[in-house]
């Protein structure tokens, strides 16, 4: 059981910037995936970006340039920086994790919530 809780959200105007966290505890399993996913009221729930444990990165087009998501493995903890944020960037964050393990579901945080405006 892994248990994982995004902390870093808040309220930031365009063009500004945030750092989220994803504490998880719990033993995790390695090889696995890290994603982070938003999801608003206007939007369905759309995977931002994503990072394995062979260091494989990939972003949503919309955020390509703008976020970077990283871990330390050390603290236990994945981040997603986020630079030059967007109205259309507010939504609630979510963490995800899957370990590559055969019938193993998935992951996910509580979410914190990202607001862009002025």
């Known amino acids: 059981h892994v248990q994982l809780v995004e902390s870093g959200g808040g309220l930031v105007q365009p063009g500004g910037s945030l750092r989220l966290s994803c504490a998880a505890s719990g033993s995790i399993f390695t090889p696995n995936t890290m994603r982070w996913y938003r999801q608003s009221p206007e939007k369905q729930r759309e995977m931002v970006a994503t990072h394995n444990t062979r260091a494989f990165t990939f972003y949503a087009d919309s955020v390509k340039g703008r976020f970077t998501i990283s871990r330390d493995n050390a603290k236990n903890t994945a981040y997603l920086q986020m630079n030059d944020l967007k109205p259309e960037d507010a939504a609630i964050y979510y963490c995800?994790?899957?370990?590559?393990?055969?019938?193993?579901?998935?992951?996910w945080g509580q979410g914190t919530q990202v607001t862009v405006s002025s």
């Open positions: 995800h994790l899957l370990e590559w393990l055969p019938g193993r579901s998935a992951d």
